[in-house]
């Protein structure tokens, strides 16, 4: 019974690679760029993404509450949204990272 779970997964790994094979042009031309990346890299640069959108809302609402003109409230706002937004984001990636690896650590020899 356990080999039929194998091949069944393996099953499924073959069609997920014969979807992918399939992708539209311009998908395939941007696939070799996303190749070289590397997840770790991708990982590290969404990391700074949300890093540098919190900096920004913070950076926007000081100025805010120090009387800068050139600021507004809307400005502020949305920065502060699009902040939370894109961490909630990142938790939600950290929190399935850390659920498919407690699987595969469950995972019987």
């Not at 919190?54 to 507004?72: C, E, H, I, N, Y």
Request: hydrophobic fraction near 45%; charged fraction near 15%.
């Amino acid at each position: 019974m356990n080999e039929i779970g194998i091949n069944n997964v393996l099953s499924q790994i073959r069609a997920m690679q014969a979807q992918t094979a399939q992708r539209p042009a311009g998908v395939a031309a941007a696939q070799p760029v996303a190749q070289k990346a590397g997840f770790d890299s991708v990982l590290k640069s969404a990391v700074e993404s949300v890093n540098q959108a919190q900096q920004d809302s913070s950076r926007l609402q000081t100025a805010f509450a120090m009387g800068d003109k050139s600021v507004d409230l809307a400005s502020v706002m949305v920065a502060g949204a699009k902040s939370q937004v894109q961490f909630k984001g990142m938790v939600e990636v950290r929190n399935r990272l850390v659920s498919a690896y407690q699987d595969i650590m469950n995972m019987p020899i």
